[in-house]
């Protein structure tokens, strides 16, 4: 397992190889269950991400008017 980021990129980096992964032949069943597990608990977290960084723009835009 890759250590857990918290940047966006990282966790879109980390996307990327489980579309990889399981785009692989020769994937077995439990394993490509296990990676999109993964994949959708990656993209909860891009969701989550991108939600604080919309409020943050909010935030700033608020104070700056």
């Known amino acids: 397992d890759q250590p857990r980021s918290r940047g966006l990129g990282d966790v879109y980096k980390r996307q990327e190889h489980i579309v990889q992964e399981l785009e692989k032949e020769d994937v077995s069943l439990e394993r490509s269950i296990e990676l999109y597990q993964k994949g959708v ?3 909860k977290k891009c969701s989550d991400l991108l939600e604080k960084a919309e409020l ?10």
Request: zero cysteines; proline letters at 0%; a negative charge.
């Open 41 to 43: 608990e990656l993209s």
């Open 56 to 65: 943050k723009i909010q935030e700033v835009q608020s104070s700056s008017n």
